[in-house]
């Protein structure tokens, strides 16, 4: 007579039901084993880290600076990141650096950020990264221009804290002469997130002479408040930072004689945005 598998008061019919059903939570399992496996061996290339970032969201944050753009600002920082090209890791590697610094996120609020170049350009990567560093409850931003294909962007979206999402400038036009692509594919993702209920910070780098008319100003500030109460925005001066690495790289700086913005010029700024009802960061 064969002997019964986890054989219960009910007899064999019951026993193996019992085990069926451990078999499927096995397989679920090892499944679920295997998926996380899969995600730590996610390749991606990287430009650099900042292990004690304090300015997104404050906080101590962990940056990680993504290889690739197709964008070519001309007062882009880091033009040595457009090249999909650098350091190869994988989410493993990454994350094994950013669980060292968690006492620090846990101390003064921080977490993790992906920036770039344009991490979303590495999608698969990014959105693995930022599931394993919620499976750890550290907080996670998101840095974009957002010129992706939406299906890329809201798959990083769902698990994604905080966007911070940079328009360089509103008018079409202006915006190619300044980053050499349109701009709608970047205004549709914009509106889609704010429509999903993520928590965004509209970024304006605000350059003299290039993207700080009062039209301009207009335009942003009448943007940023049509997506809604929850979305603020944060006025960055434009600095002269990368030049110097235009000038390394041997590339040619359209904004080499474009000076800082002043205290004046970022006050009345400010003050379009006030106008408009917006929330800024540092309000």
Request: glycine residues 10%; charged residues 25%; negative net charge.
């Amino acid at each position: 007579m064969e002997h019964c598998r986890l054989a219960g008061p009910g007899g064999c019919g019951q026993g193996d039901a019992l085990y069926a059903r451990a078999r499927r939570r096995n397989t679920l399992a090892d499944r679920c084993t295997q998926e996380h496996e899969a995600a730590g061996s996610v390749r991606g290339y990287i430009h650099s880290v900042e292990t004690m970032g304090t300015v997104d969201n404050g906080g101590i944050r962990f940056v990680l600076f993504m290889q690739g753009c197709v964008m070519r600002c001309a007062f882009c920082h880091n033009p040595d990141t457009w090249l999909r090209m650098g350091r190869e890791v994988t989410v493993d590697e990454i994350m094994s650096e950013v669980l060292e610094y968690t006492p620090f996120f846990e101390a003064s609020g921080g977490g993790v950020t992906a920036s770039g170049g344009e991490p979303l350009l590495q999608h698969r990567f990014v959105r693995a990264l930022f599931e394993r560093c919620g499976g750890h409850h550290i907080h996670r931003a998101l840095d974009t221009a957002g010129y992706c294909k939406y299906g890329d962007f809201a798959s990083v979206l769902d698990c994604t804290d905080l966007l911070l999402f940079s328009v360089k400038v509103v008018d079409e036009e202006k915006h190619v002469k300044l980053t050499g692509v349109r701009n709608d594919v970047i205004l549709s993702n914009l509106r889609l997130a704010a429509a999903r209920g993520a928590d965004i910070v509209v970024r304006y780098v605000l350059i003299p002479s290039v993207n700080d008319s009062e039209r301009d100003l207009h335009d942003i500030a009448s943007l940023v408040a049509s997506l809604g109460d929850r979305v603020r925005a944060d006025i960055l001066p434009y600095n002269r930072m990368g030049v110097v690495k235009w000038r390394q790289l041997g590339l040619d700086c359209a904004l080499e004689r474009v000076p800082e913005p002043t205290p004046d010029d970022i006050s009345r700024a400010r003050r379009v945005f006030h106008e408009c009802s917006v929330r800024l960061r540092t309000d």
